[in-house]
């Protein structure tokens, strides 16, 4: 399957369908573990579509998070991480104290998660869990531990929901490998 103007082969590994079920289960993993009231700090820019189907789902399931967003950079336009990690947008509000659900698009290098877990601690938060929709544990270069894991891949490079190669390829309701 083509898509967008870059012309890359994207071949399906998770349909729309799978990660419907999958983001309903994580909702229910996640309503399991944290009571009460928290936040929801998503990564931008690939995590947002995953953002807002795990909020509905954690709707259904009674709870309300509040949502933020940090958007952080590590890939630029590239297909392999820069291995630095800048803070593009911070989160407009203050957080000490707050119970916080930190939600990634993919978990690869690590860094990103790293960075923004170390970047809530310093302002004093509450408990935190991560999320990530997508996990590749084979390209991890910074240890770091993701609570609530959507799938496993291994070292593919992927786009779609939200996830993009070169700011494309966001639109697509499926997650693929890019060739």
Not at 10 to 29: K, M
Not at 46 to 65: I, Q, T, Y
Request: charged share 25%; glycine share 10%; net charge negative.
């Amino acid at each position: 399957m083509t898509a967008g103007p870059v012309q890359n082969r994207i071949t399906p590994l998770f349909e729309a369908a799978a990660i419907a079920r999958r983001v309903a289960e994580l909702a229910e993993e996640i309503a399991a573990r944290i009571e009460g009231d928290f936040v929801i700090i998503g990564l931008l820019k690939g995590s947002f579509v995953f953002v807002a189907d795990l909020v509905r789902a954690l709707d259904a399931r009674g709870l309300e998070p509040r949502v933020e967003f940090l958007r952080l950079s590590s890939y630029g336009l590239a297909k392999e991480s820069a291995g630095e990690v800048h803070l593009i947008g911070d989160i407009p509000t203050d957080i000490a104290g707050q119970k916080i659900l930190l939600v990634d698009d993919i978990v690869d290098t690590g860094r990103s998660l790293a960075y923004a877990r170390a970047l809530m601690e310093q302002r004093g938060i509450g408990p935190l869990w991560t999320c990530a929709l997508i996990d590749k544990p084979s390209r991890r270069e910074v240890e770091t531990a993701v609570d609530f894991v959507g799938f496993t891949v291994g070292n593919v490079f992927i786009a779609g929901y939200g996830i993009d190669y070169a700011e494309h390829y966001r639109h697509l309701p499926y997650i693929g490998a890019v060739e």
